[in-house]
């Protein structure tokens, strides 16, 4: 158990021994130097030699020192020479097209369907049946509030004679109180035949109130039993169904047999022609914007483009986008454009003076500013802040720029504001 540690004791002294009476054998070894130069470096021989040695490339460095002209040589770059051109300012927003009218037809009473079901992508006009419903019992209800109604008005004319009546025995009580009243001032009539008198007055128009009343309750028997008869017929009328435009249905109709509650789908119209495009104008531009401007659109595939005009632009922000609804009416009489489309709008507005450049121009400077850098006067870089105006496969209309200027597309981020440039020009076509 104690041999391990003993041989451990002698080789750590064995490799100590090495290391002290071998070491410049190793340093020479490790470093790659042969073993005169590691003894003459640590006996100090060779620090001259160094000091030689660092010289020599300090003249070697000065011979071949860049002068100070080529150290500012200027910078190679590829630009345009870019003149403003008068862009119409159309405002450039994406939308989709909607149905100029949607409707969907629900019934007001309930009933079992009894009319031949249509098919969706039918077309419709104003007018047509679209379900009708079983009138059940409903046609024996208005002849019974007919029939009431005949017989209120059969009443009248007796009513009123009462009223006749009573109004002649009124008239005539009046001048036999009359003639008792003069008599009697005469003293040909006693009082009582006075007072007689005076209570057949009263009587006489309590008769007349009597049968004015009784006119008034004939009248009112009319008028209710007129109500029974409009609301039966307006029962009836709710059982048949009709389109309140022409358009498309959406939906297939109520089927044959098929029982319908108050205000169960009987079908979903919509209408086409015109058709509506919609979009949303951001605030920055709704002011550009009138009702009445043409606007044109062009949809998502890309095979139709149609011209309108500008029918209702919102007043009062979307809350959640901050923008503003536009509605565009556009003419489609033969009902190609479906609702839901998505489609490119562009709505005329005034123009503006813009450079057509390539996006690949377009730059940012420190502070992360979009802009471009040009050549100026004497052939220095200068950076210049920009305005997208509008995108178009031929590249960017920019704002923001001088009439006429001189645009670096090639290089541009390789020059600050300030660098000597050297530019080579070509055409903007290229």
Avoid at 71 to 86: C, M, W
Wanted: with cysteine.
């Amino acid at each position: 158990m104690r041999l391990v540690p003993l041989i451990t004791a002698i080789v750590v002294a064995l490799s100590l021994t090495i290391v002290i009476l071998y070491r410049d054998a190793l340093v020479a070894f490790a470093t790659g130097s042969s073993l005169e130069e590691s003894v003459a470096i640590a006996q100090g021989e060779a620090a001259p030699a160094m000091s030689a040695a660092a010289a020599q490339p300090v003249e070697d460095t000065a011979e071949v020192e860049t002068p100070k002209d080529i150290r500012h040589k200027p910078v190679g770059v590829v630009a345009v020479h870019s003149t403003a051109s008068e862009v119409d300012g159309a405002v450039i927003l994406r939308g989709e097209t909607e149905a100029a009218r949607q409707v969907e037809l629900r019934a007001e009473t309930s009933g079992r369907v009894i009319s031949t079901p249509l098919r969706k992508g039918a077309e419709v006009a104003e007018g047509d049946l679209i379900c009708k419903i079983d009138p059940g019992t409903r046609e024996a209800s208005l002849a019974e509030a007919e029939a009431r109604l005949a017989e209120a008005r059969a009443t009248v004319p007796s009513a009123e004679a009462r009223v006749e009546e009573a109004k002649a025995a009124l008239e005539e009580a009046n001048i036999n109180q009359n003639a008792a009243v003069k008599l009697s001032e005469g003293g040909y009539a006693s009082d009582t035949r006075v007072a007689s008198a005076r209570a057949a007055v009263r009587s006489a128009e309590a008769g007349l109130a009597s049968a004015e009343s009784g006119l008034s309750t004939v009248t009112a028997a009319i008028q209710s039993a007129e109500a029974a008869v409009a609301g039966a017929q307006r029962e009836i009328d709710r059982l048949t169904i009709t389109a309140p435009f022409g358009g498309l249905l959406e939906s297939d109709t109520a089927e044959i047999g098929s029982l319908l509650q108050t205000g169960g789908l009987c079908a979903t119209i919509i209408q086409l022609d015109p058709i509506k495009i919609v979009g949303y104008i951001p605030e920055t531009e709704v002011d550009r914007v009138e009702k009445g401007a043409r606007a044109g659109a062009r949809l998502a595939n890309g095979t139709r483009e149609v011209v309108g005009q500008v029918t209702f632009l919102s007043r009062s922000a979307d809350p959640a986008t901050r923008t503003f609804r536009v509605e565009i009416e556009v003419p489609n009489p033969d009902m190609a454009i479906r609702d839901g489309q998505t489609a490119e709008i562009g709505i005329e507005a005034a123009g503006e003076k813009a450079h057509l450049l390539p996006q690949s121009a377009l730059t940012l400077d420190d502070e992360g500013t979009l802009g471009v850098r040009i050549v100026t006067a004497d052939n220095m870089a200068d950076f210049v802040p920009v305005d997208v105006m509008r995108d178009s496969a031929q590249g960017v209309w920019l704002t923001g720029l001088p009439e006429t200027v001189d645009v670096i597309i090639i290089g541009q981020e390789y020059v600050v504001p300030g660098v000597s440039v050297a530019p080579t020009f070509q055409e903007p076509t290229q």
